[in-house]
């Protein structure tokens, strides 16, 4: 990995936020705000997280507590002694846990809320503007909230100092075991060679038949080659790019589905009301009909108000009701069948224009609809930040609230987008959103992913930090970049190859990850009959070279947690 010469792994470079010496090192941030310590049973605070047990990450019960914040500016900070371990081009974990309370009529309206945003944020040389987000939750008064955030600094800083603020005023924060730690990717890799072993491998084997010594199968050379992997990678394609050789060649030889980029959105495909247009969205079909790729259909709606066509816009309850109809009866009468996915509303985390506007059941009426219609269809709800730690209003349990309330009035929800436009990817924190999104029992996609750093070796290095969580973790069937060539996405210093055509360090990341998880065997069929190997999800063939000549068959590997027996009959 790169720039880890000097880095120290496995040490928090704040000390524990209670120690025996009581408040040394810790400071009010606010002129009303006083601090104190207090102690709560480490059980109750692991009941009510998910946190890395297995790591050894464990709450020591002691805490600060803030009391008396008249602003939500109002917290508790404390200096980083250590500052000078804090490398550049390093990427540090921020972890602990928050806690909300107090009395008053403050934390009795809070009781019942949904969760106030809570940040910690690294202020960096004493210098009020150069501040660093390291990472943000949404917590609840009366729970502990585990906090996952990240950063990444582009050179040394002199001084450093962690601030904890957020909440509304009068309501007390707790600082428990909050820790800045540098991020040991290699030995987290190490951890997810051997899970990725786990789920995405079979032990198989092959049987020619007990008569194979007598058929003098016994003992001939074999070769076993895996032709495609259960586990798709794809990108989004828009009418542009299919016309560049260098995009077309990198997308036919490295990825197995696709989705448009904005072709199929409802202000493309009906800018002006009353005048539809899916010549983009059919051209594009056909383009991925010609090289056997599947294709996400994105998306129906779009929930964020931005988004949203003027004329659209401007109807009244009753018109905009009629063209949301209007618009599932449009295209899911003309694709039906052709898209195995489809995003439903998009981002109704960080948007609710038609719930706004049309009432509390219009997203499930729009799920009901859309399986009404298309009945073979995959529907998916589809956001942003969730798996990074730093945004309040998506946090996995939000997502899981959203997609339980969905289902209460019969949306058929099958999946859950995740889309990862990601910075400084922490894969322990995208591993615990990916945990708890699958006791949805759901399958997860990342949907949208580009991984954006101007230093194309970080950049490989923080793409496979994603790849390697998302292809190790049971939950995920899926991964859809969000374009990969310089020039032709969204956002800026995420391109897998350049504007030319070359292929760069993080494009190159991407090829030898795909060629590690693809397997390939060869040997000699044993004197029972068998040929044994350990392989990949997905198709194969098997080459046998008898007396005869070369013999051809194919098979699958599925899931499964014992050795797939499969008869060669010959």
């Not at 001084?159 to 957020?166: L, R």
Request: hydrophobic share 40%; net charge negative.
């Amino acid at each position: 990995m790169a720039c880890t010469q000097g880095v120290v792994f496995d040490l928090n470079l704040i000390e524990n936020s209670a120690l025996e010496d009581g408040l040394s090192g810790w400071a009010p941030v606010g002129t009303c705000t006083t601090l104190s310590v207090g102690e709560e049973e480490p059980a109750k605070v692991l009941s009510e997280t998910i946190n890395d047990v297995a790591d050894g990450y464990r709450p020591s019960g002691r805490y600060i507590l803030a009391s008396g914040r008249a602003d939500e500016a109002d917290g508790v900070r404390r200096a980083i002694t250590a500052a000078a371990l804090i490398k550049p081009r390093v990427t540090y974990r921020v972890a602990g846990w928050i806690g909300l309370g107090g009395d008053g009529a403050a934390a009795g309206a809070a009781e019942g809320a949904t969760g106030h945003a809570v940040r910690v944020n690294i202020r960096l040389d004493e210098d009020d503007g150069c501040v660093v987000e390291g990472g943000a939750i949404c917590a609840v008064v009366g729970k502990w909230t585990e906090i996952k955030g990240a950063f990444r600094l582009k050179k040394s800083p002199c001084a450093a100092e962690v601030y904890v603020q957020g909440a509304p005023a009068g309501v007390d924060v707790k600082v428990m075991d909050l820790q800045v730690i540098a991020t040991d990717r290699k030995a987290r890799f190490k951890k997810l060679r051997k899970k990725t072993d786990k789920v995405r491998k079979r032990d198989v084997v092959l049987n020619f038949g007990s008569a194979a010594s007598a058929s003098g199968i016994s003992g001939a050379s074999i070769r076993v080659m895996q032709m495609d992997s259960s586990f798709p990678f794809g990108t989004c394609i828009n009418t542009n790019v299919i016309q560049n050789p260098a995009f077309v060649d990198f997308f036919t030889k490295h990825f197995d589905w696709a989705v448009f980029e904005n072709e199929l959105k409802w202000y493309h495909t009906e800018a002006q009301q009353g005048q539809l247009n899916y010549a983009d969205s059919d051209a594009l079909l056909d383009f991925c009909d010609r090289y056997g790729k599947p294709v996400r259909g994105h998306c129906i709606f779009w929930a964020v108000k931005n988004t949203v066509q003027q004329w659209v816009k401007s109807l009244d309850n009753n018109g905009l009701t009629a063209a949301v109809q209007g618009r599932l009866a449009s295209l899911l009468t003309r694709y039906a069948g052709r898209f195995p996915h489809y995003d439903v509303n998009n981002e109704m985390l960080h948007g609710s224009y038609y719930q706004d506007r049309l009432g509390d059941d219009i997203n499930a009426f729009m799920f009901r609809e859309t399986a009404r219609l298309d009945p073979g269809a995959t529907l998916f709800v589809n956001d942003y930040n969730v798996e990074g730690g730093n945004d309040p209003n998506a946090t996995p349990e939000k997502y899981i609230a959203q997609i339980t309330a969905l289902q209460q009035k019969g949306a058929a929800v099958g999946g859950i987008g995740l889309q990862g436009h990601v910075t400084n990817p922490v894969g322990e924190v995208i591993c615990d959103a990916l945990d708890k999104l699958a006791t949805t029992d759901l399958p997860v996609w990342l949907s949208e992913l580009d991984v954006s750093e101007s230093d194309v070796d970080l950049r490989a290095d923080d793409l496979e930090v994603v790849l390697r969580e998302a292809y190790a973790h049971p939950a995920v069937e899926g991964v859809m970049f969000w374009g990969f060539m310089q020039g032709h996405m969204w956002r800026q210093d995420a391109c897998l190859i350049n504007a030319d055509g070359t292929v760069n360090d993080a494009g190159e990341r991407f090829v030898d990850l795909r060629r590690e998880w693809t397997s390939h065997a060869r040997g000699h069929i044993d004197s029972a009959g068998h040929f044994k190997f350990r392989g990949y999800h997905g198709t194969y063939i098997v080459q046998l070279a008898t007396a005869t000549g070369k013999v051809h068959k194919t098979f699958s590997v599925e899931k499964g947690d014992t050795p797939l027996v499969l008869d060669m009959n010959l």
